[in-house]
Each structure stands twice: as C-alpha cells, then as structure tokens.
C-alpha cells in the first residue's frame, strides 16, 4: 500500500488576491495548490498562495518543490517573488509549463530587476525548467539512489519502458485547456491514485469529451468553479467554468470527489458559503477549497 498522500490548499482566487476580511474564510491569496507524495512536495500553480508552502517548506526543512504551472497569467505566477526556498543553496526547484512559449525566459524577465530586486540566476537555490508539450505524459523528475535524472531521460525521447520505475513513480499526464493564450491540466497519478487539476479552463462542448476521459476513475478533481452560471453568461471567452459543470464533469468522469476553487475575487465569505451550500446538496462529494484546507488521498 502506497503511503497518503496529502493535498494543501494555500490559494484560491481568481485574477487577483482579496485581503479583506470579508474573503478571509475561504482565504484571498490567488491560485496553489500543493501535494505532498512522501518523498517529495508538488505545488500546482504559483499563485500567491505558494509563499505560505514556500515557508512550511523551511520549517519543515523540505528541499524538493516541483513547481507545475498551468499558464503564465500572473494569478498564477506572483507567489515566485516570495518564495524563500529559492534563497536556500540546498534547495532543488524544478518548475514545469507548457513548451513552445518560451515560459523559463519569460519567468527570468518577471522574477528579476526592475520587477524585483534578485533574479532567477541570481539565487542560490538549482532551478530547473521542463518545458512539456500540451498532450505529454512524463515521470516527474525524482532523483533515484543511482542519481538519474528519468524525466530528463523521457524528455531526450529515450523510451520510460527501458528504465525499471518503482511502482509508486509520479506519472503526470498533461491536457491543453481552453483558456485565453492557452493552459495546461494536469493529471498526477501512480498505480494506485491519482488527481487531477483543470484550473483557467472553460468547459465546451468541444472540450467534454476530452476532460472526462482525463479524469475517468480519479479520486479528486480539482476544477476551475470561478463563477456562478449567472456571472459566467457575462463572461464568456475569458477561460473559467462554474461548480455546476464540475459536478457534471465529476459524475460523467466518475472521479471521487471534486475540489471547486479559482473563485472569482469579488466573490465574499458569505457568497460563497451559500454557493458551496448549493453545490453540496447537488453532490455531497463536491466542496469549496479553502485555505489551510488538508485533504488526504
Ligand atoms: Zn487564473
Ligand atoms: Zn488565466
């Protein structure tokens, strides 16, 4: 039996952070999500929510971040700033995104003078980029006790089925989203679970069929509920969903549970709790993400 693994929830807005108070229970810091496996921690996003993993990440001593980016909107990046692993000489922080945007430049160009005072280069922290075509599958980049490196093996194109895996190796299938500029969803799975996370996505009847094969059979789906039906009629185009279709989606999948988060920031504590209320008598295994939210899978 594969060990727990164990989600955190440490942002969940839209667009933009929402400091007040009134968004302070389901929490304003913009888009993460991490996933501690056992031997490592992934975080899904970069939103500003990764400076609270980045600091549980000193406490707790952890070396290894596996950062995967859906996009380059900055909802999703702005966490990159404060993220106190990257000062730490010990640390090894691998960040994924979609290839053939040229996202590791553009990171260079945001996270560096004028926009910040220490550039990417700069820091002490090994920093290492995987640019994933929309479509691929990969084992995430573990070192194993020889010190190979397989993702980069798979990445060069060298076949995975050479190398002998232990049966608990991180899988990670990735699918293009339907969002402005594009995105990326990720599924993470082994041979026992697996979750998968379909945030800056706005379902189409294009995009059905396809997302409920990527989520067929997995224990959570976390997915992009950033507005109610009745906002998402004002917002067509701009790449988000609603709760509605992520339940329709979870049932149609048969995935065990579904995370709604990506809440639209104007959206308050109050508001949000009768949405959650909603969505729950629609499906008692739908909830609302909110920060410092552990889920065990
Ligand atoms: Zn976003
Ligand atoms: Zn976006």
Known sequence: MEEKWILQVHGVRGSAPAAEREFLTYGGNTSCISLDYGRGVLAFDAGTGLSGLGRRMCDKNI???????????????????????????????????????????????????????????????RIRFHEIEPGQSFALAEKNPAGKDPAEKNLAGRNPAEEKEPENRIQIDTLPGNHPGGSLLYRVRTAEKSVVYALDCEMSEEMVDALADFSTGSDLLIWDAAFTPRDLEKHKGWGHSTWEQGIALRRRAGAKAALMTHFSQGYTDGFLQQQEQLAREADSAACFAREGMVIRI
């Open 63 to 125: 070396k290894r971040a596996d950062i995967l980016l859906s996009h380059l909107h900055m909802d999703h990046l702005s966490g990159l700033f404060g993220f106190l692993p990257f000062y730490d000489p010990e640390a090894e922080i691998h960040i994924y995104g979609r290839a053939g945007i040229g996202f590791p430049e553009y990171l260079h160009l945001l996270v560096g003078r004028p926009f910040w005072p220490v550039g990417l280069k700069e820091v002490p922290a």
